[in-house]
């Protein structure tokens, strides 16, 4: 009989135990061994099974000693079922790790001895104490060497200050004056008795109050604070002017109320049209967007009103020349002064082609009123210096506080502003005044007027007025006329 070299060595030969891992030896072994296939059972589709032994784990110390990861040098010594003792290091049949020569003396690890893994260690911050290694240059630039012309140009960035005196339109004079009918106007040029000069409304003061002129310039992105287009230069009427004014003016007040208060709170001017309304109302009111209060006519109250007018009808000049001129002037004054007790307001302007002239009304609250603190002196105003349209950019000054700050036509209109919001600046009086209904006769609260002032009334204007709204002078008693109309009027908001 013929023996197989599988055969003809037995299983306890030296050559086998030391050549198990020898893929000749494993593949002799396993022909020499009895086939297990007549112990299974071949199911129908002949498709073979998996079976593993029953026998004990085949993980020993060769095993882990040749699969084992080097990073687990530290682990403790691995016993077998076959006895208590402990085996030699598993780890010591490994063959020791070759470093790369670029490769770091602190990425080794140590061979001592542990029960536990080591902790982690990191590389020094510097790499000058390791002379042997050559830094490489990393693939991508660091950030000192970014080139930022590679990135999009950042937005252009402006300051309320340049925005607000940058130049404005010049508009031609309006042609077509129109004046309302005495029917719709219940206020006459008698009713201003007293006018003073509001003498700090000027950039000294705007540099004074605690943090406004350096909210001026703080620098903006140059979009929040966008130009306005272009406007008709030659408006026909007062209702063209209006328009030019609440598209370039109030636009940019808007914006830069916008940007100083927040955007999600802050004053807005609107404008009116008096044709829709059906009755008059100013051409400018300014609130808050979250204001819900309302006029005893029903309509939204402002902080600040504003009237137009054109320079015919209405000029600062006019105070100083003949009467009849000084009686124009007054009535646009009285204008002004029915707008800002119907909203119980302080502060006003009115507007025209060639200048800004901004009010405050009412004089200073005086806690000695009996009628109250807050109630406004009727016909009681304090009118600040005429602001020219064409006034623009800075000029040169000795005074380092001011710059060189002209008050121009928009920042004048900003600071207006800013003087009726919800906090007032300190120094400054508030946005509101109590005039109450006609029944509360507040407009009784008068002082006597100014000498320069016209005296002489014409028998039409009182029969004019004593028919349309009940009494002549603000002194006279309550007249039956007011209340009906306060009634009638309350009827028609209802």
Known sequence: ??????????????????????????????????????????SANSVRTHSRSGSASSVDENVLGRYGYPTYRRMPNYLTNAGTTPMSNAMSHLMPVSMPAAQAPWMSYPTTAAYGSPYPQ????????????????????????????????????????????????SPSLVQRVSSSSRGQNSAYWWDVRNLRSWADFDVSTIATLPGLLRLLECPVAAPALPTPGR????????AQLQDVCISHHAAKVNAALKVAQGATQHMAIRSIKSQQSGREQPEFVANYQCD??????GDGRGRVVGIVKSFDRWNSGM?????????????GLAHLQRHMREHGCRYGFIITEIELVCVRYGGPPSPRNINGPNVPLFGFFELAAPIQMATQGRKRTADPDTSGIQMTACLALFYLHMLAKESPFPGQYGWQVDVGGAAALTRANCLERDEWIPTM??????????????????????????????????????
Not at 292 to 297: C, F, L, M, N, S
Not at 319 to 331: M, T
């Open 1 to 42: 009989m013929t023996v197989s070299p599988a055969s003809a060595l037995s299983p306890g030969d030296p050559f086998i135990s030391s050549n198990l891992n020898s893929p000749i030896a494993s593949t002799s072994s396993l022909a020499g061994r009895p086939s297990m296939a007549h112990s299974r059972s071949i």
């Open 122 to 169: 990191t590389a020094p911050l510097a790499i000058q104490h390791v002379p042997a290694i050559e830094v490489q240059a990393p693939p991508y630039p660091l950030a000192a060497e970014l080139q930022f012309e590679n990135f999009p140009d950042q937005p252009p960035t402006t300051t309320l200050l340049d925005y607000l005196t940058a130049p404005n339109p």
């Open 231 to 238: 406007t008709n230069l030659n408006p026909e009427s007062e």
């Open 292 to 297: 819900y209060e309302k006029t005893i006519v």
């Open 319 to 331: 105070r100083a020349e003949s009467i009849s001129r000084q009686v124009k002037y007054l009535d």
């Open 457 to 494: 009334l014409n028998q039409h204007e009182k029969r004019d007025a004593k028919r349309l709204r009940g009494f002549v002078w603000p002194e006279e008693p309550l007249s039956r006329k007011e209340c009906n109309r306060t009634k009638r009027r309350s009827a028609k908001r209802g």
